[in-house]
């Protein structure tokens, strides 16, 4: 494959069609813009995604789509009607949420499925087969239960992280802001994390999971990555070399001439 560029913004056309001729997947990171712990950047969800992405797209080939930052969540409302959602009520004890600082993400499951069906329309419509999303907890859930709804009505065949790789502690973003998702961030983007804004002494804010002041290193983050990347690309090239392909041209005719 002649074009080392992955990400579709950087793409010319041509590139474009030498991509998705021989590979026709994307890989769509599913984002947030939310609280993950004093330690790790607002948008840990999509960073992670996209960072896996990209070395699975320069092994094996497929483009990958500019991650989202809008994604469902649980939500919760006090007396005061304040609305809350994801870790704005799950970091806190019973009946005390709090707004953390910074996130600023959430959509409803309807609008999200609205979102998601439109992008799906549109990746078809340029020529892929497969799609795989990964990244947000609830976003990547959403996305895996409208699988058979993307193929009926897109034609497409979507797959997770989750799917193609590991679970549990040795999968891709399996905690919030705990040892695996700190430990991949440490792998991807070590400039982003500052492990010593957790105080030894008190219990990390937005945390759910192995506590990373303990389990996260970027070592482990690297080892987590390769297995699974290496996992998602062996099935991948098994399930693309089955596919009916279709080679894309750019060939107009009738070219109004614009120029002034």
Known sequence: MGCKKVL???LQPNEFIERINEFPVAYLPLGTLEWHGLHLPLGADGLQARGVFERIA??????VIPMLFLG???VAKKDDDAIYYGMDYISFEDGAPQQLEGSAYYMNKEQFCMLLDTIMRNLS???FKLVVGHGHGPSTKVFSDRKQIFREKFGLITYTLWEL???????IQTDHAAA???????????DLVSL????????PVGVWGEDPRKG??????????????????????????NMPRSERRIEYRNVRNLLK
């Open 8 to 10: 579709y913004e950087e």
């Open 58 to 63: 320069h092994e094996i080939g497929g483009i």
């Open 72 to 74: 469902p969540d649980k």
């Open 125 to 127: 419509r340029a020529g």
């Open 165 to 171: 790789g590991y679970k549990g502690a040795d999968g």
């Open 180 to 190: 695996n998702e700190t430990s991949i961030v440490m792998a991807l983007r070590p």
């Open 196 to 203: 010593e804004k957790l105080s030894a002494e008190s219990i």
């Open 216 to 241: 996260a290193s970027a070592a482990r983050g690297n080892e987590i990555i390769e297995k699974n990347v290496r996992l998602a690309c062996q099935k991948l090239v098994a399930i693309v070399s």
